[in-house]
């Protein structure tokens, strides 16, 4: 057995200001619970039953008093809400530059694999100090990553991709629980987030043994299952190029456009027939059942690698 | 008003209790007052079952590594201590059991509207409750009482349908007992009885009736889904199928989030009931009272989506669901203040009832306001999912609706069993309780805010300290709920003879005779005055 702690640990750029807001409504919570059982036990005091024929004066209630303790509380939980809406909607975007990691939970493990091609189960290595954010989807049911140190958490569904972002603050390494019930072994699915200096989290990423990036995979993957018959670079093919696509405004045949994303590339991977680009026939099979989560993610990565115009490519490079 | 007297054991007047025998009286019985012992001895068996289990996780969770059973196991032993405490015990606890028997005699009337229904209510309860059971003995279920698809559709192997279908049929017996309940209190209110000289357990039984036939035909229809996801592979939950994973967790939650709703507007009910008998005090502020029962009933319906706000749904969703669960605690916390003002100036006296009621305040004002954590957006984001949910709607759902509950049977059971219980033992019982139930739950908000996840049948070693506090509490607690299970079987044969009116209360119930006859009024009724009236200017009552 350990001591008794109190507080996690402290370890995202987030973590203090969601502690400050817990630290205020459980201020308000002491308070009031003391206000409240204090004026009871005054009054059982004060006003306990001295003769069995007592009898006190009928009270109706009170206007002012009803609209005060409807005002006072009301204006307690607008100051919560505010507070707790404002600060969720500055943790839900990552900065810009965020680097990226992708996550996978299946029964009852977690895997994550890196741009670079490195890939980990159950460890997620992270720089210390810069913004990462994770891109995540399930092999079977809903799971849930979470952080406590990091108070960050958001569930990993089958079929769909959630994200969330931190930023490390302390180097160490962190609990992550998956915070979903998603079976036998759910609380074993138990991971860490190791949180290290960038120059040692380079050495870590050039270790790889695959020696494959995660667009290069991608490539790979776009050549065996022969994407690259009809979806021709140069866009004569019966389906159309995927240069310069993601990222970009597509047309479809039912007159709506979107912007292509991450879901979207999924979707027209797994449900070719749901989003027909204008101009194109509903040609393509589906690939369902036919990539692991973990080739989809590759294929995501080499399609928006695609997306890249020339000059973005060389932002990108600087 | 009444003629009936207050007899002598041997040759006792005619009561409901006596006036038939054997168990087809039982069986067969369309009286109101009867069926609610049906129910009260029905669902004391589930609350042991429920708690039997209970006892079992927190003996378990008392070593890292799990002390008592294999992971698959806790997994089962947590599904159905929930599946059977939420649909078994709390669910139609005090409307069931107290509703029933106090519905028709608050209000001057001889039974509900339609006993026949009332009795077929049980049976469904009864089906249900079986089929629950039989689930439990062949080979368990263990997708938490949520039923979280796809995990539940497609992917656990357990016996996800036999407890749907159970709890699918005890849903209809919600259903009919909420529909009899507000043509009662509709139609057969005694003359003079206006809506506003009603007390307030009845408007609590109304909003709650609301809930009952609104909300359960959606829990019916997403365990009908689901079952046919789960024998037939029909494409709605499980993306692998077509479906989408997270639409059940909205079906679900529009009933389950008024389901914790059902069970604390009776608590709130009969709390409202036995303030203002011990404080002989109106309560404070009824019509507000009364609103806000209401108003709970209505919110309660908008504010599912906080049960969702770390699934992905869009941040403007979150943002909406948030400020409509801020919303909700408004009238929740009128009520507490309106109480709390009952005892200014008032006559308290401390039987065991008042007990009960003054520690659900407590109790509810704690698990209120630690809902002001998981209403805000960004606290939730840490706390969701983990031990603090856990602590949060144990204080409303144990220390609220429980506490409500047994409260409420200690006021009414001199009218119930016409005997009266030994009243040191009842107090130290609440005491007990008081305490047991703050040395449980409390530690678990603290667990949570560490970062441990519910429903985890072994824990990383750092939280052991805590989870020991909380075991421990549970033991204190069990100890509580056996000392007024042990006294009022006693008090059936050997507590000494209740008289009409034991706590010089002034509901119409307590103007017949204990227990009353099957007829409830040997002669109609007539009300003149509200249901408060504990004047200055009364006559002094018997005792």
């Known amino acids: ?318 | 008003m009444s003629t009936a007297t207050p007899g002598t054991r041997g040759n006792a007047p005619r009561n409901y209790l006596n006036a038939d025998y054997g168990w087809r009286s039982w069986l067969f019985t369309v009286d109101h007052k009867r069926i609610a012992l049906l129910y009260m001895v029905s669902i004391t068996f589930f609350f042991v079952v429920g708690g039997f289990f209970a006892m079992l996780m927190r003996i378990h969770l008392i070593e890292p590594q799990g002390a008592l059973v294999q992971p698959e196991t806790y997994n089962k032993l947590f599904t159905l201590h929930g599946v059977i405490m939420i649909f078994f015990f709390l669910v139609p606890s005090i409307p069931a059991v107290l509703g029933n028997f106090l519905i028709p005699l608050m209000i001057g009337a001889r039974d509900l509207a339609f006993p026949r229904l009332n009795l077929l209510s049980w049976y469904i309860y009864i089906v249900g409750g079986l089929f629950t059971l039989y689930s439990a003995i062949a080979g368990g279920v263990d997708t938490g009482w949520t039923f979280y698809t796809p995990y539940s559709s497609t992917y656990s192997n357990t016996q996800v349908t036999a407890v749907a279908v159970g709890v699918f049929i005890t849903g209809f017996s919600s259903i009919l007992t909420g529909l009899n309940f507000i043509v009662t209190i509709h139609k057969m209110r005694a003359p003079g009885l206006t809506w506003f000289r009603l007390p307030l357990f009845i408007w609590a039984m109304y909003a709650t009736s609301i809930i009952f036939t609104l909300g359960t035909p959606v829990l019916a229809i997403t365990l009908f889904l689901l079952a046919l996801e789960h024998l037939f592979h029909v494409g709605i939950f499980s993306p692998a199928l077509g479906g989408d994973p997270l639409l059940f967790q909205h079906l679900f939650w529009f009933y389950s989030h008024p389901a914790v709703y059902i069970m604390i507007l009776p608590a709130m009910g009969v709390v409202s009931e036995i303030i203002a008998c011990f404080a002989r005090k109106r309560i404070f502020g009824y019509k507000i009272v009364g609103f806000s029962s209401v108003a709970i009933a209505v919110l309660g319906f908008l504010v599912w989506g906080h049960h969702m706000f770390v699934t992905g749904q869009s941040i403007y969703a979150g943002l909406i669901f948030s400020l409509l669960s801020f919303l909700v605690a408004i009238p929740s916390a009128i009520k507490v203040f309106n109480w709390t003002s009952t005892l200014y100036k008032a006559s308290i006296s401390y039987e065991a009832p008042m007990l009960y009621a003054l520690g659900f305040i407590g109790l509810f004002t704690m698990g209120g306001l630690t809902g002001m954590f998981l209403a805000a957006l960004a606290t939730d984001v840490h706390l969701n999912g983990t031990y603090f949910i856990v602590a949060h709607f144990h204080y409303i759902m144990v220390g609220g609706a429980v506490m409500g509950y047994l409260g409420g049977m200690h006021f009414w059971w001199p009218k119930i069993s016409g005997r009266k219980y030994p009243n040191g033992w009842a107090a130290l019982a609440a005491a007990i309780v008081f305490v047991g139930f703050n040395l449980t739950f409390f530690p678990q908000f603290i667990l949570g805010y560490l970062g441990m996840p519910r429903r985890y049948a072994f824990y990383p070693a750092e939280f052991q300290v805590l989870n020991v506090m909380s075991s421990a509490g549970a033991s204190i607690l069990g100890v509580g709920y056996l000392i007024p299970l042990i006294y009022f079987i006693w008090s059936m044969r050997y507590g000494p003879i209740a008289e009409a009116n034991p706590w010089g209360a002034k509901g119409l119930e307590w103007q017949t005779s204990s227990p009353p006859p099957t007829e409830n009024f040997t002669q109609m009724p007539v009300v003149t005055e509200e249901a408060y009236a504990y004047g200055a200017e009364e006559e002094p009552s018997r005792g």
């Open chain 1, 1 to 318: 057995m350990q001591g008794l702690p109190i507080q996690p640990d402290q370890a995202s750029t987030i973590a203090r200001s969601v502690d400050h807001l817990y630290f205020f409504i459980t201020a308000i919570t002491l308070f009031f619970t003391i206000l409240i059982f204090s004026i009871i036990f005054y009054f059982m005091i004060k006003y306990r039953r001295r003769s069995p024929d007592e009898r006190p004066k009928p009270i109706e209630g009170s206007l002012p008093l009803e609209v005060l303790w409807t005002a006072i509380p009301t204006v307690i939980v607008a100051v919560i809400f505010v507070w707790g809406s404002s600060l969720y909607f500055q943790n839900s975007e990552p900065p810009p530059g965020a680097m990226e990691i992708f996550v996978t939970g299946k029964q009852w493990m977690w895997k994550a694999e890196h741009p670079e091609g490195q890939r980990e189960i159950n460890e997620l290595h992270v720089p210390l100090g810069r913004p990462v954010k994770l891109t995540m989807t399930s092999e079977d049911v809903i799971h849930d990553f979470f952080v406590p140190a990091f108070r960050v958490k958001k569930d990993v569904l089958p079929g769909r991709y959630t994200s969330l972002w931190f930023q490390a603050t302390r180097l160490g390494t962190f609990h992550l629980f998956c915070a979903q019930y998603c079976g036998a072994f759910h609380a074993g699915m138990l991971g860490s987030v190791i949180v290290v200096e960038p120059d040692q989290y380079e050495r870590w990423l050039a270790g790889s043994v695959l020696g494959e990036t995660m667009e290069a995979a991608g490539e790979r993957l776009f050549k065996e299952n022969a994407c690259v018959t009809c979806h021709l670079s140069d866009g004569t093919g019966p389906a159309p190029s995927l240069l310069g696509v993601y990222g970009n405004t597509v047309h479809l045949t039912n007159g709506q456009s979107l912007i292509a994303d991450d879901a979207y590339i999924r979707e027209s991977i797994l449900s070719p027939a749901a989003k027909i680009v204008n101009g194109y026939k509903p040609v393509m099979p589906s690939f369902q059942g036919q990539l692991t989560e973990e080739q989809i993610l590759d294929m995501v990565a080499y399609i928006r690698s695609l997306g890249k115009t020339p000059e973005k490519q060389e932002e990108g490079k600087q």
